[in-house]
Structure formats: structure tokens, C-alpha cells
T-cell receptor
Framework: GNSVTQMEGPVTLSEEAFLTINCTYT??????LFWYVQYPGEGLQLLLK?????DKGSNKGFEATYRKETTSFHLEKGSVQVSDSAVYFC?????????????FGQGTILTVHP | ETGVTQSPTHLIKTRGQQVTLRCSSQ?????VSWYQQALGQGPQFIFQ???????GRGNFPPRFSGLQFPNYSSELNVNALELDDSALYLC???????????FGPGTRLTVL
């Protein structure tokens, strides 16, 4: 079946540092890939997505590239801010299912200090 | 435009009891998906409803059941509650089965 593996967390950075959160996946077929963010006390928000190999998703300074050869979708940001502190989830959809089931990784807690 | 809302926000039950969680989908959305998020884990797919029919289910026992109403709002029912059912339950709506899912803030269920 489908699965998503994220780097072990938590991640603690100083403001303006470079961020990488690793994500790899296992899926049949051609899944779509997503990064969601969850702020304290809130639901999940879609951060970015990519629907086919070599696509780059980007939003709010975050980027991730769909790498089929390495089955990866790593999240990056060049300069993090305190307001980026949240839990980040990598997810996939598709890979043979006929409905929109999302399969999530375990999440990575990001804390950014001033 | 109103987003996805869920009620109640928090709930405490004891083992063996039954619970009903509610979700109002975003305007114009006809699909609702439910997820269980245990503490420190990613959400796990429970099931999806499309136009009032269940059209996909994750690895959850039959005591997890649901409904979708003509206005596309939805309920999640859990019978014979177990301690491991303690989690954040998330509802997400979308304008189709494979379209972007918009999540509500969740219902925190504690089973004692």
C-alpha cells in the first residue's frame, strides 16, 4: 500500500536559517504529493502540491520538487521566520485509488527562535 | 464564504459509550472525508462520503460509521469506544472526490 516517511523531528532553527524537511514515499501508479501545515489549535492547511514528476510546488517561500527517481518530495525554505513554527505533514493522494484518500507522514515539528 | 466547521470542539467519553461528531462542509462542496489524528502522529483516513454515499474506507473497524446529509454536512459515529479512540478527529470537504481538501479545526475526543 501507499506510505509516506518524514524525517524524524523536532527541528529547531534560528530565524533566517535554511530549512529542509525530508519526505520519501511509496506508492503504486502516479500519486499527487502535498505538504500541509498545522498551526497550534487549527486544522491542516495546504501549503503546496505537485501532481507529476519534476513538478515544483511553491508557496510563501516554501518549495518542494516531485522526484520520481528518488521517490522524494523534500520541503525547503531559504530563510525561515518565527511565524513558520508549526507542524508540517507530507502527504500523497492517488496511486491507484478511485477516491481522494490522503496518506500522511507522521509530521515534523518546526520551532523557529528569534 | 464559510469554511469547514466541526462540533463539538472537545468531548470526553468513557469506554463503551457511543459518540457522534459533526461536520459542516464548505459552501459548494459535495465530498467529505474523515481522518483520525492520534497524538504525535499524522492523520489516518477513516472514510469518504460523496453525494451521500460512502465511496472509500480506510483500515477502521465497522464500529466507525458515518452519514452524509442532502446539504452535504456529515456525521461520524463511533460505537463501543475504546481508550485508543482518543484522538483529534478531522473533517475535510472538497468539491469532488479528487479535488483539494479543506480541513476543519477538528474535534478532540478523550476516552477515559
Amino acid at each position: 500500500g501507499n506510505s509516506v516517511t518524514q524525517m524524524e523531528g523536532p527541528v529547531t532553527l534560528s530565524e533566517e536559517a535554511f530549512l529542509t524537511i525530508n519526505c520519501t514515499y511509496t506508492a503504486t501508479g502516479y500519486p499527487s504529493l502535498f505538504w500541509y501545515v498545522q498551526y497550534p489549535g487549527e486544522g491542516l492547511q495546504l501549503l503546496l502540491k505537485a501532481t507529476k514528476a519534476d513538478d515544483k510546488g511553491s508557496n510563501k517561500g516554501f518549495e518542494a520538487t516531485y522526484r520520481k527517481e528518488t521517490t522524494s518530495f523534500h520541503l525547503e525554505k531559504g530563510s525561515v521566520q518565527v511565524s513558520d513554527s508549526a507542524v508540517y505533514f507530507c502527504a500523497l493522494r492517488g496511486g491507484g485509488t478511485s477516491y481522494g484518500k490522503l496518506t500522511f507522514g507522521q509530521g515534523t515539528i518546526l520551532t523557529v527562535h528569534p | 464564504e464559510t469554511g469547514v466547521t466541526q462540533s463539538p470542539t472537545h468531548l470526553i467519553k468513557t469506554r463503551g459509550q457511543q459518540v457522534t461528531l459533526r461536520c459542516s462542509s464548505q459552501s459548494g462542496h459535495n465530498t467529505v472525508s474523515w481522518y483520525q489524528q492520534a497524538l504525535g502522529q499524522g492523520p489516518q483516513f477513516i472514510f469518504q462520503y460523496y453525494r451521500e454515499e460512502e465511496n472509500g474506507r480506510g483500515n477502521f473497524p465497522p464500529r466507525f460509521s458515518g452519514l452524509q446529509f442532502p446539504n452535504y454536512s456529515s456525521e461520524l459515529n463511533v460505537n463501543a469506544l475504546e481508550l485508543d479512540d482518543s484522538a483529534l478527529y478531522l473533517c475535510a470537504s472538497s468539491s469532488g472526490q479528487n479535488n483539494e481538501q479543506f480541513f476543519g479545526p477538528g474535534t478532540r475526543l478523550t476516552v477515559l
